[in-house]
């Protein structure tokens, strides 16, 4: 039997498994997918996890059962490239591979802030979204929380948490002197209006120095809270930065056209983890995901891959609470409830599939 390995049962790897499933697995290959979590996690909409405005099972879904599919579900500790092992804290025996897909997404980046690691909430993975929705719910009327980073997981997590608490003191801390950098001045000002009117205070070119258990320190000074969220960069999973492969200056692992590891290629990169032109997000990993589903199809029915036509990426959407939005539709900046609830069409269209 081959064994293709795919770690992380995320926007990119489930849908690998997903494509794989539809064009028909050779009956040789045998497929395991290994994930923390025993189910798919839609990242999109930890947000509001992070918020605690939505209920843990409206961001998750099942995976697919199949007979030459089978499910590890635990913390991946190592990749071994050499022995083609991976070892996961819940088994004694290791996962062997054949070929492997990475699929592991990205983790906070602290850039080295003293205390940034350990008094700040995240929404980086399920369990660190759900322990802030905890915190922010658990919060007495008219306690303090700082937002670190105004991108657009930034942005819609203080919206989240606005819309839900009246009563919170809510400041946003912005490196630049906009919010969301990446998008278009018609939607940066929306957005800051959208803060003015709701009580949220932006700070614009904050540095912050350091974080300390009960505030967070920046420019010189410091602001007492109860909760800090941070969201102010990422960077590839630590178990991809690891890997014995050529990275690129944002730690990404270097793929060729066939998304394969040059000096491996018999293991392939997908999403957050692998180098690409393209901003990290879930629907670059679906749409590499769906790629990488057509090359390995071929591979394992020992035919030549064809190179991958150009990614044709629609714009992305963000939520300001459940009714209000932006993003860009059809390449224009579109702002308020259209967007929101193109937003809303996108998530249940992910889930159905
Ligand atoms: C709040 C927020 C909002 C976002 N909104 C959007 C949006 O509107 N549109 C958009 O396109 N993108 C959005 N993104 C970005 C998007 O979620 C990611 O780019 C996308 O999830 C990347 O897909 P991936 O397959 O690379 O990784 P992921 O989907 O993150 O999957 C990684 C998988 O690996 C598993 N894993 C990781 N480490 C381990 C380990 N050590 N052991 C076992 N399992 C492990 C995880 O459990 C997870 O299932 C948002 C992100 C956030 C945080």
């Known amino acids: 039997m081959r064994k293709l390995v795919i770690l992380g049962g995320g926007y990119g790897g489930l849908k690998i498994l997903l494509e794989l499933l539809d064009k028909e697995l050779p009956k040789d290959v045998h497929v395991t997918i290994v994930d923390r979590n025993p189910y798919h996690s839609l990242k999109t909409e930890f947000y509001a996890i992070a918020a605690g405005t939505e209920a843990d099972t409206n961001a998750r879904i099942s995976f697919p059962e199949h007979d030459q599919v089978d499910y590890v579900f635990g913390e991946i500790e190592t ?24 699929a592991l997404g990205c983790e906070d980046n602290y850039h080295g802030i003293p205390g940034a690691n ?136 270097v793929v060729n056209e066939l998304y394969q590891v040059p000096e491996a290629p018999h293991v392939y990169v997908v999403g957050d983890c692998a180098s690409s032109v393209h901003s990290p997000s879930a629907q670059l990993a679906g749409q590499q995901g769906e ?34 939005g932006f993003g860009n539709m059809l390449q224009k900046p579109v702002t308020g409830l259209l967007p929101r609830l193109a937003k809303s069409g996108v998530l249940w269209l992910h889930k159905r599939h």
């Not at 990749?79 to 990475?102: A, C, G, R, S, W």
């Not at 003015?196 to 350091?210: F, L, M, P, R, T």
């Open 79 to 102: 990749i071994d490239t050499e022995k083609q092992q991976i070892h996961v804290n819940e088994t004694v025996e290791p996962v062997n591979y054949d070929f492997l897909v990475i």
């Open 118 to 253: 350990d008094f700040t909430e995240s929404v980086q993975s399920f369990s660190r979204a759900r322990r802030a929705g905890l915190a922010v719910g658990n919060l007495k009327a008219y306690g303090k929380v700082s937002v670190v980073g105004a991108g657009l997981s930034g942005i819609e997590v203080a919206s989240e948490i606005r819309e839900s608490r009246p009563d919170l003191n809510i400041r946003l801390l912005d490196r630049g002197e906009t919010v969301l950098r990446a998008f278009d001045t018609k939607i940066q000002e929306y957005v800051e209006e959208w803060f003015e009117k709701n009580d949220v205070e932006v700070i614009h070119g904050a540095n912050v120095e350091y974080v300390e258990k009960d505030g967070v320190c920046n420019n010189g000074i410091c602001y007492v809270n109860d909760v800090t969220i941070w969201t102010a960069g990422v960077r590839p999973n630590h178990l991809a930065r690891e890997l014995p492969y050529e990275k690129d200056s944002q730690e990404k692992v």
């Open 291 to 324: 790629q990488i589903a057509d090359i390995l199809d071929a591979v394992l029915k020992g035919k030549e891959p064809e190179e991958p036509k150009e990614l044709k990426l629609k714009g992305s959407l963000g939520s300001l609470g459940k009714s209000d």
